[in-house]
């Protein structure tokens, strides 16, 4: 049995795989939400009560995290629910597996990859660290088995995703998007399918064990880019896109909760950034989907919806 904390892009994508797989799946959220498949269980629970996941983690090969609390509520919500995620994986014995970001390497000048030190200092930021080290800690200990894969900015459909809700929602049906930071600048998009073959992968396989992956992530592309290819696969008009200053995104902020938090992770849009993914791929043999097929059955999406 795969227990997965969370029924998000990435949380759905992963019970899916699993389901076709044969596998029995078993997904927690608040609400008892997730797919609707026959061999995906919905649970309605707490994953705060570490009490009740551990009992509903009790005999499953993988523990999955893939929750995604309230982007503003991070440094409140997240610190529970880590806590009762790291007491299941050690009562009932399953792999945690954690679906992570790049947050917690804080703002760079290269790609990042397996070399690149957990760097940030950000509380926000800081905490996503702090998740991994203590998972590593434990795993070290003997106590826990924990891995977890790391991606970049998602592409998919209504995925929370800065490319697809902000970009490609309004430029695939002719309407100019309004970005933050430098739309020119390089930049690595990771597939939810990817996220979700390297979850199911990692936590299957004991290499994987005792430390932290790059999602397969194909070569980095400015946003305008993406936009305009994505224009391109579809037949959509060339995208139209204007640059939000800085100082008109902070006073934004003023007034959205979640606009304000984008000023903590603006580093990420103003310059180059991107991902290298090769140790990954050349460990497990996986390799990401093609950037062209994903950027095109996420446009279509948006123009039909």
Not at 47 to 66: F, K
Not at 142 to 149: D, L, N, Q, Y
Not at 158 to 178: E, H, I, M, W
Not at 260 to 283: H, N
Request: glycine letters at 8%; one cysteine or more.
């Amino acid at each position: 049995m795969h227990v997965i904390v969370g029924a998000g892009p990435v949380g759905s994508t992963t019970a899916r795989l699993l389901a076709d797989r044969g596998e029995r799946v078993r997904v927690i959220t608040r609400r008892g939400t997730g797919p609707a498949d026959p061999g995906i269980e919905l649970v309605a629970a707490d994953a705060t009560d570490a009490a009740r996941l551990s009992e509903l983690a009790a005999g499953a090969a993988a523990l999955y995290n893939c929750a995604n609390p309230l982007y503003h509520r991070w440094l409140t919500d997240w610190p529970p629910l880590a806590d009762a995620l790291l007491r299941a994986a050690e009562s009932s014995g399953a792999v945690l597996a954690t679906a992570g970001n790049l947050y917690g390497y804080g703002p760079v000048t290269a790609p990042i990859d397996e070399h690149t030190p957990l760097a940030a200092t950000h509380p926000k930021l800081r905490l996503r660290a702090r998740m991994w080290e203590d998972a590593l800690a434990l795993h070290q200990a003997g106590r826990i088995r924990a891995t977890e894969a790391r991606a970049s900015d998602y592409i998919g459909f209504q995925a929370n995703s800065t490319l697809g809700d902000y970009v490609l929602a309004p430029t695939v049906k002719g309407r100019r998007a309004f970005v933050w930071g430098d739309p020119d600048a390089p930049h690595s998009w990771t597939s939810i399918r990817d996220v979700a073959r390297t979850l199911v992968t990692i936590a299957g396989d004991e290499r994987a064990w005792g430390r932290a992956w790059l999602v397969p992530t194909p070569p980095a592309v400015s946003v305008r880019r993406a936009a305009a290819l994505a224009g391109e696969l579809i037949g959509a008009p060339a995208p139209k896109i204007s640059r939000i200053p800085y100082p008109v995104l902070w006073t934004m902020g003023l007034f959205s909760p979640i606009v304000k938090e984008l000023r903590t992770t603006y580093y990420q849009f103003e310059a180059p950034f991107t991902m290298d993914s090769s140790l990954t791929e050349r460990t497990f043999g996986l390799a990401p989907t093609p950037l062209d097929e994903t950027l095109a059955e996420t446009a279509a999406r948006y123009r039909d919806a």
